[in-house]
């Protein structure tokens, strides 16, 4: 049989499962790595770079070169495969290789130009590199143009639409993509395996990366102490019951728009069913009519939000039981605390949702989705709502400042004190897990989900009012991809202000906490509801005028969007053009006089 015409429906189902649990698992992991690297650069302490493996310089080469072969092999042979027999290539498949090509190739560069500049020019190869990168501007502005010029490519393909110039750039970016490719790939493995030539010995640290992953395999191998008069089976579980639910409320979170598949109901999926471009269907189908929708989510329940805040409350018996079962007093008190804040806070969580499920006229994820790609995103129409939601679910997550049940200050390290191993690591990862399912949960009902400014379910389509400025018509699977990535670009955006807050604000007293969430959060979300309430009564009893200046207003604001990401990413260019200035701070007088000797010089830590 061939393998585009196999049914591939039980595959689909085990991958949205299995894509649900290494997301929250390995975004929890990267959040680790960036808790400690940008805490070691905020607060000048040691970083996550301490894990290294050392490898044979042999065995390095030859993992670079075979690598890069390999690669650029497995990529000639998908050009070929996805080269179709007439006219150009596809949308997704120019982008595909252009992007991935030219990525490769301004990365490779800034790698050589960094590492040049870091050790010193070796040979004549070197000192070119050091001088075309002097004349580019550095390694700084290479890393910079070539964002810019990726862009630029986007927009060059998508605007370029069906003429005979669209089909030229399209053929161009895909043909000389691949062979860009592979040209970056084995140039730079090469140049890469004769840096190290006279290297006895090279050390592998990915960044840092390899820090979480020598923690989570250190934890494997550590003792697993139970205290004598602890419930031994309550104070097992409990890293379970705290663990898990973190994790699979994920499930109702949908990563992207529906799939539809030109097959029937009851007739298999197949590859070559997928469908190629979708028109814009009636608002309450998914898909056109003889076709079958495929959500990219892995619970489909009509009471989303409902199954959203029953799992995750799970989490409070998980340290409650914890803190109780240790028989430690610094334990129970950790977890009375952890349960009184969980509870408290889960109410103005609930509360604060109230108002947009007043709006959405749903409880199911993707339909609030949905709501939002036909009017407007949650964060215009519920934004008193989100601000509560945010500070309730970085509470929720006993984050700095909420950590207030494992404050070592007070009660050594709360109601995990006496946990060791996987155990305690189950607890420690439970949190980051929460920061990605809070953060998914928010960029689902605030910002969107899937949905991008002006891009809909058929088409890139410019308008504001009655003016249309540009109707480009794009593949279904372009635009199913293009939004699972910007809905995971604003998961990871939404995790990284989270961990933001850690760095820049004092832990609340106790009385505090109690004090925001019952007397400052919860009547503030009340209120919430019921001005949402009025608001709704009003626009229901509106003319025709108001109705048109609401619908007028909404596609402003995905205008607004558009031009804020844009002004963004400017943003973040003169940012990153800026030359980084590091001030130290003298405290005391012995790093006064160790500056004014010339400072103090020390090989870099290892472990």
Aim: proline letters at 4%; aromatic letters at 12%.
């Amino acid at each position: 049989m061939n393998i585009w015409d196999m049914n591939i429906w039980p595959l689909l189902i085990a991958a949205k499962a299995a894509f649900v649990v290494l997301f929250g698992m390995n975004l929890g992991v990267l959040l680790t790595w960036t808790d400690r690297r940008q805490g070691a650069m905020m607060q000048d302490r040691i970083g996550p770079n301490r894990a290294v493996i050392w490898l044979p310089t042999r065995m390095v080469q030859a993992i670079l070169v075979l690598g890069a072969l390999g690669a650029t092999g497995a990529t000639l042979l998908a050009a070929q495969a996805l080269r179709p027999e007439e006219g150009a290539p596809s949308t997704l498949s120019a982008l595909l290789f252009g992007e991935l090509a030219l990525f490769l190739s301004w990365f490779t560069m800034v790698l050589i130009a960094s590492g040049v500049h870091a050790r010193g020019a070796r040979n004549s190869f070197d000192r070119f590199a050091a001088g075309l990168a002097a004349a580019l501007g550095g390694a700084r502005f290479i890393a910079l143009a070539g964002m810019v010029a990726q862009v630029a490519l986007f927009f060059l393909i998508v605007a370029s639409g069906g003429s005979q110039f669209g089909e030229t750039v399209r053929e161009v970016s895909f043909g000389a993509g691949a062979f860009l490719f592979g040209f970056a790939a084995v140039g730079g493995s090469l140049y890469a395996a004769v840096s190290m030539h006279a290297e006895p010995r090279v050390g592998l640290r990915l960044a840092g990366l390899l820090h979480p992953a020598a923690d989570g395999l250190k934890t494997l191998f550590k003792e697993d102490i139970i205290p004598p008069g602890a419930d031994r089976l309550l104070h097992s579980i409990a890293p379970f019951i705290t663990f898990f639910p973190a994790l699979v409320v994920l499930g109702i979170v949908p990563f992207g728009d529906a799939l539809c598949f030109d097959t029937a109901p009851d007739q298999p999926f197949t590859v070559k069913s997928l469908g190629t471009l979708i028109s814009q269907v009636d608002s309450a189908a998914l898909c056109p009519t003889g076709s079958t929708a495929f959500k990219l989510q892995a619970l489909d329940l009509n009471v989303g939000l409902l199954y959203f805040f029953a799992l995750a409350g799970t989490g409070i018996v998980g340290a409650a039981l914890a803190g109780w079962a240790s028989d430690n007093k610094f334990s129970l008190l950790g977890g009375l605390r952890a349960a009184s804040q969980m509870v408290s806070y889960e109410v103005t969580l609930g509360l604060t949702l109230v108002g947009a499920l007043m709006v959405y006229g749903t409880m199911r994820v993707d339909e609030m989705i949905q709501w939002q790609a036909r009017n407007a995103w949650g964060i215009f129409v519920q934004p008193f709502a989100f601000v509560l939601f945010f500070a309730a679910a970085v509470a929720e997550s006993k984050r700095i400042p909420f950590d207030l049940p494992e404050g070592e200050s007070e009660i050594v390290a709360g109601y995990f004190t006496e946990y060791s191993g996987m155990k305690f690591a189950m607890f420690f990862f439970s949190e980051y897990i929460a920061v990605v399912s809070s953060s998914a949960l928010m960029a689902a009902i605030f910002f969107g989900g899937w949905h991008l400014p002006f891009v809909d379910r058929s088409a890139i389509h410019v308008a504001v009012g009655d003016t249309v400025y540009l109707h480009y018509a794009v593949s279904h699977g372009a635009i199913v991809v293009l939004g699972v990535l910007g809905f995971i670009l604003k998961i990871i955006a939404l995790c990284w202000i989270q961990l933001s807050i850690r760095w820049t604000l004092p832990r609340f007293r106790y009385d505090q906490l109690m004090r925001l969430g019952w007397r400052k959060l919860l009547p503030l979300s009340l209120l919430n509801v019921v001005g949402t309430g009025l608001v709704i009564l009003l626009l229901q009893g509106a003319s025709d005028t108001v109705a048109s200046a609401v619908s007028y207003l909404a596609n402003l604001s995905m205008a607004l969007l558009a031009g804020g990401g844009a002004l963004g990413f400017l943003l973040f260019i003169k940012f990153m053009m800026k030359a980084p200035n590091k001030k130290q701070l003298l405290s005391s007088t012995s790093a006064q006089y160790a500056q004014a000797r010339g400072g103090t010089h020390s090989r870099r830590m290892e472990a």
